[in-house]
């Protein structure tokens, strides 16, 4: 965070590898990619939302709206891990309210790279709920643990300012940088002369 002029204070402690982390993982759309999760952290403890260091949050995007509006209000961080859309596999990033992107900027930044970007919010909220396929389960809660191991236990920056797509056609996954937007509805709107990233310059 220093080296890209942020403010680590804004990150809070970092966890003792050897000391278990408390992880809750919630979620009505994919209950594979769940348990393939839960079997990914084998040193974490599963518990409630209420007391766990991450939240994991595996559904619809009505679902992963309901829970980064509670997330937000309690000002607590979490991983969002996006339904599939047929093409692409978002994972992330670790929202960490008042700090980084929330789930809303990064739907909105990923809706400008689009050539609908105006209508993209209702064609994502109408993708079906399909049967998944395995293998792209076992990546996605592979990529999915990772990014929740490298914040808990380090407090990566790297995880909370980047959204990692995933697209099994051709076999690729590339982290992108996510950017606050200054007219977000949920962690805006500010100044655009005021928005700056704490760990990027």
């Not at 769940?34 to 599963?46: K, Y």
């Amino acid at each position: 965070a220093r080296r890209n002029g942020g403010d680590r204070t804004g990150l809070g402690p970092v966890r003792d590898p050897a000391s278990p982390a408390r992880v809750a993982l919630v979620g009505d759309m994919i209950p594979s990619l769940l348990t393939g999760l839960a079997e990914a952290l084998p040193s974490a403890e599963l518990g409630d939302e209420d007391d766990a260091d991450l939240v994991i949050a595996v559904g619809t995007r009505h679902v992963l709206r309901d829970v980064g509006a509670r997330m937000h209000v309690a000002g607590r961080p979490w991983l969002p891990v996006h339904p599939f859309d047929g093409r692409f596999q978002l994972v992330g990033p670790v929202v960490v309210p008042g700090e980084g992107p929330c789930l809303e900027c990064v739907a909105l930044r990923w809706a400008s790279t689009t050539p609908f970007a105006a209508d993209h919010a209702a064609a994502a909220d109408a993708v079906a709920v399909v049967p998944r396929d395995p293998s792209l389960d076992a990546i996605t809660a592979g990529f999915a643990a990772r990014y929740a191991a490298r914040w808990i236990h380090a407090h990566d920056w790297l995880v909370a300012s980047t959204v990692l797509v995933i697209e099994p056609k051709v076999m690729e996954a590339e982290a992108h940088a996510v950017f606050r937007v200054a007219r977000c509805g949920t962690c805006g709107p500010r100044p655009y002369g005021g928005v700056a990233s704490p760990w990027r310059a």
